[in-house]
């Protein structure tokens, strides 16, 4: 059971990579505007520097992209998920969720 919470952890965690590669085109992008804006006559070689940056984040979007449909394909369907819960006892649940959920079951 720990493993599916694990998946499931990790597929929203992708969610990031993608959130970080958007923050980063946008900073290259600018960084290269201004760079031309300072030095016009080296607009070619920021432009290109720029442009092979820009390939490698895109990658790693893709990357990550695949990987989370990699990992969504792996968890188990909902119901079944809510059907092992209602099969489960309610100490092992306790058990497995550790001194977080104990806390939780307490209030």
């Known amino acids: 059971m720990i493993y599916f919470g694990l998946l499931a952890l990790a597929v929203s965690m992708v969610a990031f990579a993608a959130f970080g590669c958007g923050l980063g085109q946008g900073r290259v992008a600018g960084s290269a505007v201004e760079a031309m804006a300072r030095q016009p006559?080296?607009?070619?070689?920021?432009?290109?520097?720029?442009?092979?940056?820009?390939?490698?984040?895109?990658?790693?979007?893709?990357?990550?992209?695949?990987?989370?449909?990699?990992l969504m394909g792996k968890l188990p369907p909902?119901?079944?998920?809510?059907?092992?819960?209602?099969?489960t006892p309610k100490q092992e649940l306790l058990s497995s969720a550790g001194e977080f959920g104990r806390t939780l079951a307490k209030k």
């Not at 720029?50 to 990987?67: D, H, P």
């Not at 909902?78 to 099969?87: G, P, S």
């Open 41 to 70: 006559a080296m607009a070619g070689k920021i432009q290109l520097a720029m442009l092979i940056g820009l390939a490698l984040i895109e990658s790693l979007t893709i990357y990550s992209l695949m990987i989370s449909f990699i």
């Open 78 to 87: 909902t119901k079944d998920v809510l059907e092992l819960f209602k099969q």
